[in-house]
T-cell receptor, first 114, second 112 residues
Framework: DTGVSQNPRHKITKRGQNVTFRCDPI?????LYWYRQTLGQGPEFLTY????????KSRLLSDRFSAERPKGSFSTLEIQRTEQGDSAMYLC????????????FGSGTRLTVV | KNEVEQSPQNLTAQEGEFITINCSYS?????LHWLQQHPGGGIVSLFM???GKKKHGRLIATINIQEKHSSLHITASHPRDSAVYIC??????????????FGKGTHLIIQP
């Protein structure tokens, strides 16, 4: 297992287009988190899953954002009708419950909306 | 006011110096993480603490739950330690989002 894998590493898209990112967590981790990081800021929590259940969503996650983890393994984050303000690094992390042991981050997907 | 405050925001030091980065938080927590982020975005978890002190190589992390404060120390600093160091807290059970709340990070540069 090589850790948390995110694809693509970089994505440039035109405003108004839809984009989808993928995260493959560490296989035995049952919790998966999505964060967004803008330049010069710390990451901000977006949502998390325990197995396939999406347990919490931040108010940052507008209705243009949707995340899934259909089989409790990999997850996808889709942004519809992208806006320039969506440009950021999107980070995925996974951990084992109950105490978040082994919290591991992926390298992120950098989104640029032009 | 951010729930997690780090200081200093930027720190430049000479190779070999002892480095201290501080983190204060205002909420009840179940755990505190120290993370390292290199240019390009990858984040590495250095420590997860709920009490006391942990040591790994030249890195030491301490936490004082009563004072809601944690410190990350680097002994015998080296240019390869140059990175952004981020403090992140996990709220106490039932206290809100299960995701981490992050500080803005401390940008550390170690000069040869």
């Amino acid at each position: 297992d090589t850790g948390v894998s995110q694809n693509p590493r970089h994505k440039i898209t035109k405003r108004g287009q839809n984009v989808t990112f993928r995260c493959d967590p560490i296989s035995e981790h049952n919790r998966l988190y999505w964060y967004r990081q803008t330049l010069g800021q710390g990451p901000e929590f977006l949502t998390y899953f325990q197995n396939e259940a999406q347990l919490e969503k931040s108010r940052l996650l507008s209705d243009r954002f949707s995340a899934e983890r259909p089989k409790g393994s990999f997850s996808t984050l889709e942004i519809q009708r992208t806006e320039q303000g969506d440009s950021a690094m999107y980070l995925c992390a996974s951990s084992m419950t109950p105490r978040g042991y082994g919290y591991t981050f992926g390298s992120g997907t950098r989104l640029t909306v032009v | 006011k951010n729930e997690v405050e780090q200081s200093p925001q930027n720190l430049t030091a000479q190779e070999g110096e002892f480095i201290t980065i501080n983190c204060s938080y205002s909420v009840g927590i179940s755990a505190l993480h120290w993370l390292q982020q290199h240019p390009g975005g990858g984040i590495v978890s250095l420590f997860m603490l709920s009490s006391g002190k942990k040591k790994h190589g030249r890195l030491i992390a301490t936490i004082n739950i009563q004072e809601k404060h944690s410190s990350l120390h680097i002994t015998a600093s080296h240019p390869r330690d140059s990175a952004v160091y981020i403090c992140a807290v996990r709220s106490s059970p039932g206290g809100g989002a299960d995701g981490l709340t992050f500080g803005k990070g401390t940008h550390l540069i170690i000069q040869p």
